[in-house]
Nanobody, 124 residues
């Protein structure tokens, strides 16, 4: 188990920006895959947002965030970031960082390391 600590959420107006951070407190391996998920209010299912392979930097985004969100990683800080620009009210959710030792980025049911979640609220 690799503890993940995600942070950076907050309240922002529509059109604004936030940057989420996810720090792993242990070794995750060069072939690890990191992702960001979100769960909107009202019992909606958790949704995969973006993912990145640690070694190659290959990235995957869902269509709804393409062109607005950017996922990146920092080797020295052992941290993955999600830069969110042009935020919309429908982006309001709890955002979770997740990871796995290997696998496909967009296969979402086998992420095994999870952060505690950070709330993002976008007002209209």
């Amino acid at each position: 188990q690799v503890p993940l600590v995600d942070s950076g959420g907050g309240l922002v107006q529509a059109g604004g920006s936030l940057r989420l951070s996810c720090e792993a407190s242990g070794r995750t391996g060069s072939n690890s895959v990191w992702g960001w998920f979100r769960q909107a209010p009202s019992g909606k299912e958790r949704e995969f947002v973006a993912g990145i392979r640690w070694s190659s930097g290959v990235i995957y985004y869902v269509d709804s965030v393409k062109g607005r969100f950017t996922i990146s990683r920092d080797y020295a800080m052992n941290t993955v970031y999600l830069q969110m620009n042009s935020l919309k009210p429908e982006d309001t959710a709890i955002y979770y960082c997740a990871g796995k030792p290997t696998g496909w980025i967009d296969v979402v049911n086998d992420y095994i390391w999870w952060g505690q979640g950070t709330q993002v609220t976008v007002s209209s």
